[in-house]
């Protein structure tokens, strides 16, 4: 595969199958932007624009990415169809319904038949899926790893003072 990756190329794909995912994703957002990681949102569905979904997916690693975020809600296919179309680590956000309350986007995405993992994450999860995503860059990416402790220090910080 050739790549095209540059050094302003996204790493992190955060895509939702729709534009009304978009507020349920502005904690993710909050998250890569804290941590000043280069990432791109993208409505892709896979229902109503599957060919360009699959060929996003196929083309992905090649531009640069290395860990994609899927989110959508209802029959959410979309983190399974991208995790179909390469090995790239493909995060699951399952996003809230007005009719099951996100109960059917969990389950959509979380069972994946075996040899095609989706990491799925809580329902409205986008903050924990920003920090996974972060987490397996830190693997590679020792400034990640160093942010993502402070992230977790100022985490214990908060629980240690807060005054109940
Ligand atoms: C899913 O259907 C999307 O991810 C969204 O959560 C849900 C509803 O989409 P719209 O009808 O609002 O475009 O594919």
Redesign the pocket.
Known sequence: MKSKSSDSSPLIAVL??????AENLEPAREVLTEFGVRFEFKVL????TPDHTLRYAEEAEGRGIEVIIA????????AGVVAAKTTLPVIGLP?K?KALNGLD?LLSIVQMPAGVPVATVAIDGAANAALLALQILSIKYPEIKAKLGNYRQELQNKVLQAKV
């Open positions: 939702m199958g729709s534009a009304s995912d569905s896979a229902h109503r989110a959508a809600g209802g029959a959410a296919h979309l996003i319904t986007s």
